[in-house]
Structure formats: C-alpha cells, structure tokens
C-alpha cells in the first residue's frame, strides 16, 4: 500500500496501519498482540481476538490517573490498586483531559452461527495441519532467536516438526526430574527423530535445603501473576527452565 519502513519490527508496521485505518485496522491483524498507543488526545488500548497477550490497567491518583502494564504485579506495586486484565478483543479509548472519559468496546466477537462442513478423517487431518503449518509459520517470525518446548507430547512434537522446517537450527528445551523418567526419554527420542538440539533442564528441589526450598518457591510466587493452584504447581520448575532458556540466548519460547 505504499508505506515505507526503516526496521523489521511488526511494531512499526503497527504504526503505519495505525495511522491508515484507526482502530479499524485490528480487523486486518492477524496473531496475537496487546498494545497502548498514543494519538496525541486518546490512549488506546487493544487486545488480540482471543485475549492472547496480557494487559492489564490500573487507576489510581499516584500515578496522574491510570497505568498499564503486560504484567499485574508491577501495577499493583506502582499504584497499590488491584489492576483489571482487559477481556478478549477489548478496545479502550482513555481521554486524559477534562473531561475525562473512557470508552470501551469489543471490536470482534465469535460469530452466533459458524457454518457446519461434513467431511471425512483424512480431510480434516490435512486441514488442521495445513492450519497448523501456518500458525507456526507466522510465529516464526521474529526479531529475537525463537526456540521451542519439547516434552515428548504429541503437541509439542508436532510444533517442533513445522518449525523446523523453517528454522533448520531449531534449539528444543525440556524441564526433567529424573534423568530415568518415561518423558525425559521420550523428548530425546523426539528431539533424535526432528534432528534438533536438545536442552534437559534438571529441576531438583530434593538436594537443597529446606531454606533453599523456600527462597525457590518464595521466588516463584513472586512472579505468578495469578496464585491459582495449577500455576503455583509449576512455578519452580518453569522459573528455572526460563531462567535457563534466557542464558541461552532466547526471548521467544513456542509452548
């Protein structure tokens, strides 16, 4: 459509549809995103279809009105208010100026009826693929080395089969216990069949202390944006799997 760009970052690409369409150019993302924009009189806010990306907003008079943030805990530390996480699709327009006004909308939702296709097994296994291949793909693109989780499972392996064929160097990484365990075996065996390199991360909370217990989970918690039961079960061993991950290098995990 004629726009020039100085980078590869999908965010200057944002701008530039910004500055085209408004806000109707949600309608022609396609992934996941969450962004504030300034337009010299509003903030926007947007979310992705699903809700994907975290955003999430807090309004207090510490900060002159309203802060937002990917994450919650620092919100809530900047403005000692319990933020609130923006929905699926959701559109906010904050006016700072007298007088002061928010608008908030969703910009797409599921359509009541989705049209019914009769076909057979094969039929519908090359087309979740096809889709599959696809949504790899796109998340292929970055501006940051891009690797991948691999547990053995069916889903991280069929990931890790379409993202290799467009990142030859593939780095996989998996978080074990037991070196002896049925699924530490299974994503070397995996990682063996795909031809990529593989990261066993050993999560051991047996051998330390119990003062080393504690800072890990102290550690942990401190990180979970929600203190649910099935994110606090996990905590430990995705902290030090992240942390491992990031040595190596890496900001962009397919999970």
Do not use: N
Request: hydrophobic share 45%; aromatic share 8%; glycine share 8%.
């Amino acid at each position: 459509k004629g726009a020039r760009f100085q980078t590869t970052s999908d965010t200057e690409v944002l701008l530039a549809a910004w500055e085209r369409w408004g806000p109707g150019c949600l309608s022609r993302l396609d992934g996941m995103f969450a962004f504030g924009l300034w337009d010299g009189e509003k903030l926007w806010l947007a979310k992705d279809r699903w809700g994907k990306c975290p955003l999430a907003v807090a309004e207090s008079g510490a900060v002159g009105g309203m802060a937002f943030a990917s994450e919650i805990t620092p919100l809530r530390r900047l403005t000692g208010m319990t933020p609130r996480e923006l929905g699926p699709a959701a559109l906010e327009a904050w006016r700072p100026a007298p007088p002061r006004r928010v608008v908030r909308r969703r910009w797409w939702s599921l359509p009541e009826k989705l049209p019914v296709r009769h076909v057979s097994v094969r039929t519908a296994a090359r087309e979740v693929a096809r889709r599959l291949e696809a949504g790899v793909k796109a998340r292929t693109i970055s501006d940051v080395p891009v690797c991948t989780l691999l547990s053995g499972g069916m889903d991280s392996f069929a990931i890790a089969w379409f993202a290799k064929r467009y990142m030859p160097d593939l780095t996989a990484f998996t978080a074990y216990r037991d070196e002896r365990s049925l699924e530490y075996r299974l994503s070397r065996e995996a990682a063996k069949v795909l031809g990529i390199r593989l990261v066993g991360v050993k999560v051991d909370l047996q051998r330390r202390s119990l003062a080393g217990v504690r800072a890990a989970l102290a550690d942990a918690m401190s990180h979970a944006e929600l203190k649910t039961k099935a994110q606090m079960e996990i905590a430990v061993a995705c902290r030090v799997l992240a942390r491992r991950i990031r040595q190596e290098g890496f900001k962009v995990v397919f999970s």
